[in-house]
């Protein structure tokens, strides 16, 4: 079973940027479809942004749309979420997650990692 590993989040002012990664534990990360996901305290877990498995096709959230950009670099089994002009609205615990069967179902999750916008 593939493990995934975030890392990246901190303590940042508002108008600046972070750049998370996800490290996968296995190759057959290349084979899924990946996503970011957050959760704020007192909210449920909402997507933010996902990724095909070739990198060619993204899609996000509306709040982050021009803001949020997801890449992937299947060589180091790894994802990335580029995060620019940061809002304190931004401010959740951000988990990366794996599609294993393309279905939008997302089996694999990592344990998360804490960003902190202040305004």
């Known amino acids: 079973q593939v493990q995934l590993v975030e890392s990246g989040g901190g303590l940042v002012q508002a108008g600046g940027s972070l750049r998370l990664s996800c490290v996968a534990s296995e190759g057959t990360f290349r084979r899924y479809r990946m996503g970011w996901f957050r959760q704020a305290p007192g909210k449920e877990r909402e997507f933010v942004a996902g990724i095909s498995t070739s990198g060619g096709g993204t899609d996000y959230t509306d709040s982050v749309k021009g803001r949020f950009t997801i890449s992937r670099d299947n060589a180091k089994n790894t994802v990335y979420l580029q995060m620019n002009s940061l809002k304190p609205e931004d401010t959740a615990i951000y988990y990366c997650?794996?599609?294993?069967?393309?279905?939008?179902?997302?089996?694999?999750w990592g344990q998360g990692t804490q960003v902190t916008v202040s305004s």
């Open positions: 997650a794996g599609d294993r069967d393309y279905d939008r179902t997302y089996d694999y």
